[in-house]
């Protein structure tokens, strides 16, 4: 099982869009619970949180580290609100969890983006964490140095309505 954590960026909205997204991968035993990571104190944002049974953190700067400490998984699936994971990805992200050592650590969903804009990012920013990602708790923790990401086979695409 792993854990989700949502970056909220866009509002209760995009939030919405990207948990109710999640819930196949719930009944099907993949996800065992979110974490929503806010900058600010927001009451939808409270609701929404405790409607979909997630734990609401407000965090600055890292949020990623942030959501890590009170995930209750060792396996951790970075999104932004807005972000649709695409057809096949419980069965991808399942496989490599249950084959993968912590020592992995890192494993990239695809985007659906331009060209020179998905290469800038993979060239630019490989270490680093962004939404669409698979991460062991210990690399967000700073325990272990990640490798290269994995680049998996599953696709991460955001919703229209949330650019």
Do not use: Y
Not at 10 to 29: D, I, Q
């Amino acid at each position: 099982m792993i854990t989700v954590l949502v970056r909220v960026t866009h509002g209760p909205e995009a939030l919405a869009a990207t948990l109710s997204a999640l819930v196949p991968a719930v009944a099907a035993g993949l996800i065992g619970d979110a974490v929503i990571l806010s900058d600010r104190q927001d009451e939808i944002l409270a609701q929404v949180a405790d409607a979909a049974g997630a734990t609401l953190v407000v965090a600055q700067g890292d949020s990623w580290t942030e959501g890590a400490k009170v995930a209750r998984r060792d396996w951790l699936l970075c999104l932004d609100d807005g972000d649709i994971p695409q057809e096949g990805w419980i069965r991808v992200l399942d496989r490599f969890v249950a084959l993968s050592k912590p020592e992995r650590g890192l494993a990239r969903m695809r985007r659906q983006r331009a060209g020179v804009v998905n290469a800038f990012l993979n060239l630019f920013a490989r270490s680093s964490i962004r939404g669409g990602d698979l991460v062991h708790r210990r690399v967000l923790m700073n325990e272990v140095r990640a490798h290269m990401p994995v680049r998996l086979s599953a696709t991460i695409e955001r919703d229209p309505v949330f650019g």
